[in-house]
């Protein structure tokens, strides 16, 4: 009996063991233009039993790649795209580095600490004061997906003064909005008022239109 145990490893399974048969058939061919005519047809084969790559870019530069792959890159044909190495698939990625500098308040995330110390670096003017307002909304809203009940807005702004490490102050003359609803936490984002166009789009909590039932009289 012939168990799949006792064969060689299927370097790609999503082929099967036929194509990876014909790619080792055509590794022994000896006359290169008998060979790279035979691979050709490998590759018409294997496009047909992978229907689902011709959704990719340039999913014939993919097959070829698979052939390469599957023949340990040992194949020698004339392949009608660059021949890829061993090195450009073992290679791992560079890790992408993480923040790791620990939040000064969990509940409002990373994002708002971010911008606010981008708001910091600004010079003082109605243009920082307008980015303050516009932060001061969103972080009231942020805040209302924790703590569903309210919040005032010397909390919203004692907060910002905080997480700058007190290099914004609030004007005294601004105050937020009063039109942000209470305790649904799946419709925060959909609400608020904010006092600058280039910083924000305005919510507006809309109108639940019900369903007019006529009835014959």
């Known amino acids: 009996m012939d168990y799949n145990t006792q064969r060689s490893k299927l370097i790609m399974p999503e082929y099967g063991r036929h194509v990876q048969k014909m790619i080792?058939?055509?590794?022994?061919?000896?006359?290169?233009?008998?060979?790279?005519?035979?691979?050709?047809?490998?590759?018409?084969?294997m496009g047909i039993l992978n229907p689902q790559l011709r959704d990719i870019n340039d999913f014939k530069?993919?097959?070829?790649?698979?052939?390469?792959?599957?023949?340990?890159?040992?194949?020698?044909?004339?392949?009608?795209?660059?021949?890829?190495?061993?090195?450009?698939?073992?290679?791992?990625?560079?890790?992408?580095?993480l923040e790791?500098?620990?939040?000064?308040?969990?509940?409002?995330?990373?994002?708002?600490?971010?911008?606010?110390?981008?708001?910091?670096?600004?010079e003082e003017g109605e243009v920082r004061d307008g980015m303050i307002h516009v932060l001061a909304n969103y972080m009231r809203q942020q805040y209302l997906i924790w703590n569903k009940d309210t919040v005032t807005e010397e909390t919203i702004f004692k907060d910002i003064v905080a997480l700058s490490g007190g290099r914004l102050s609030i004007p005294a003359e601004m105050h937020l909005s009063t039109s942000v609803p209470q305790g649904n936490s799946g419709n925060i984002?959909?609400?608020?008022?904010?006092?600058?166009?280039?910083?924000?789009?305005?919510?507006?909590?809309?109108?639940?239109?019900?369903?007019?039932?006529?009835?014959?009289k």
Request: hydrophobic share 30%; glycine share 4%.
């Open 61 to 97: 530069h993919k097959l070829w790649d698979h052939v390469q792959i599957i023949s340990d890159f040992q194949i020698d044909i004339d392949s009608p795209y660059p021949t890829p190495t061993r090195e450009t698939f073992v290679n791992k990625p560079n890790p992408i580095p």
């Open 24 to 45: 080792d058939h055509v590794m022994n061919i000896k006359d290169r233009e008998k060979r790279n005519e035979q691979i050709r047809a490998v590759v018409g084969v």
């Open 189 to 216: 984002h959909n609400a608020g008022h904010t006092s600058s166009r280039n910083m924000h789009r305005n919510f507006r909590p809309g109108k639940k239109k019900g369903n007019i039932i006529k009835r014959n």
């Open 100 to 122: 790791k500098t620990p939040l000064k308040a969990a509940h409002y995330g990373r994002n708002i600490q971010n911008m606010i110390d981008l708001v910091a670096e600004k």
